[in-house]
């Protein structure tokens, strides 16, 4: 008598694995040059120019992340 086990392998995708974790490092990059364009623009503004949009300068970070989230 022969016994068959039919086994269903997953299987361990490496190129997908890769794939996924090129993409995300991609993402991040490209969010953390959209943050520093942001930013570098905001901190370029006199605070004149910051007060008449109603921000300090202690704003501009959290301002800037908001903007990256966002897009």
Request: aromatic fraction near 10%.
């Amino acid at each position: 008598m022969t016994n068959v086990i039919a086994q269903n392998f997953s299987g361990f995708n490496l190129t997908a694995l890769v794939e996924s974790w090129i993409k995300n490092i991609r993402s991040a990059r490209a969010r953390r040059v959209a943050f520093n364009r942001t930013y570098g623009e905001l901190q370029k503004m006199t605070d004149r120019e910051l007060v008449e949009f109603g921000l300090y300068r202690s704003d501009l970070v959290d301002l800037a992340r908001h903007h990256v989230a966002a897009v």
